[in-house]
């Protein structure tokens, strides 16, 4: 067993999850894929198989604004378009100075997140809850800061909605997903997919029993039971893998494009983001700092992210269900530590193989 595989299966004796796949490819060669832990720990039968489906939770994301670029190559849209252009409810302030470039960078001046659950307003249908995040005031001047988003992806998957006039998973599959003949990566996965899933969480909190393919995040289950642009997808280790392969061998989009998109878009207390990744930052934050300075990458809620390491010639996906055992905030920046430490890892491993 290698250093990597003894490390995540530390993290199955630590409680940091249940379940895990991961996936690297080093140059052209995927140096190591497996599965790890259980599915449900109540069904001991029930091992993870590198074919098992993970809430991707923030992952989502960068498949969104992917599909967000395939569009601006279509010349569907612009990414210098105001948003009050295609929604013009969204005005006012200076809200009319929010561009597209800034949601998708995490600098429109939009707080991260709404409670939709403190007035129960969860359950009011998806209209109610997108005129909601539509009315939210900004916090800050757009493109002064970059404050994390949840809202401004939010309103990103409504706009490309209301500019296709498809429904968000209709558009991923249109723009991205179908033309690549792209398998096991959607939206709210049925019943026959229901064993192949990793186990969340069994309850939570205000929304009673969680069952497999029912997403994690309160607020896509608001948009149509969950599909959103901020989270949602459902996916396995080799379909995110293959997202973060096509952005390394430069074939997901025109060279311009994908340039555009992992270049500095945004700068703020040495965090970095480009349009939809986020850039290694200087500061050595959870993952990019064992990273080149030329990675990219995101991470999502349940314990899933995806980086892209071209000075060290790498692409890492690593799929757990880390929320299993979240209890606090210690929870969550002890699995940081941990991810951090799998890089760090896995840069040393795949250095010294080159060595030999």
Not at 8 to 34: M, N, P, R, W
Not at 101 to 127: I, M, Q
């Amino acid at each position: 067993m290698s250093k990597i595989e003894q490390y995540i299966k530390g993290g199955l004796e630590q409680s940091l999850y249940t379940a895990a796949c991961i996936s690297i490819l080093h140059g052209e060669d995927v140096v190591l894929k497996k599965a790890f832990g259980l599915l449900d720990p109540r069904i001991s039968e029930n091992k993870t198989q590198i074919n098992s489906l993970f809430d991707l939770a923030s992952l989502t994301k960068i498949f969104i604004a992917t599909a967000f670029m395939k569009l601006v190559e279509s010349s569907a849209v612009d990414l210098d378009d105001p948003l009050v252009k295609m929604i013009p409810s969204f005005c006012g302030d200076t809200k009319n100075e929010v561009t597209f470039r800034h949601l998708l960078s995490h600098s429109s001046g939009l707080p991260p997140t709404v409670d939709l659950y403190a007035n129960h307003e969860w359950d009011k249908g998806k209209d109610y809850v997108i005129n909601k995040m539509i009315s939210e005031k900004l916090v800050y001047q757009p493109g002064t800061m970059v404050v994390y988003s949840d809202i401004g992806y939010i309103i990103l998957g409504h706009a490309m909605e209301v500019m296709t006039g498809k429904r968000l998973d209709q558009v991923l599959n249109d723009a991205l997903l179908d033309p690549l003949n792209w398998k096991d990566v959607y939206y709210k996965p049925g019943i026959g997919d229901s064993k192949r899933i990793a186990v969340t969480a069994y309850t939570r909190e205000n929304r009673g029993i969680l069952r497999p393919g029912v997403v994690h995040d309160g607020k896509a289950i608001a948009l149509d039971g969950g599909i959103a642009g901020h989270a949602g997808l459902f996916g396995t280790v080799e379909a995110v893998s293959k997202l973060g392969e096509m952005f390394f061998r430069g074939t997901i989009l025109r060279e311009q494009t994908l340039s555009e998109m992992i270049r500095v878009q945004a700068c703020y207390n040495n965090l970095r983001r480009g349009l939809g990744w986020q850039l290694y930052s200087p500061g050595g934050d959870d993952v990019s700092g064992a990273l080149s300075e030329t990675s990219y990458g995101h991470n999502g809620f349940t314990g899933t992210s995806l980086w892209v390491d071209p000075g060290n010639r790498l692409v890492i996906t690593f799929l757990a269900n880390n929320v299993f055992f979240y209890n606090s905030k210690s929870d969550s920046e002890k699995f940081k530590d941990f991810r951090a430490g799998l890089h760090k890892i896995i840069v040393n491993e795949t250095k010294k193989q080159l060595n030999r």
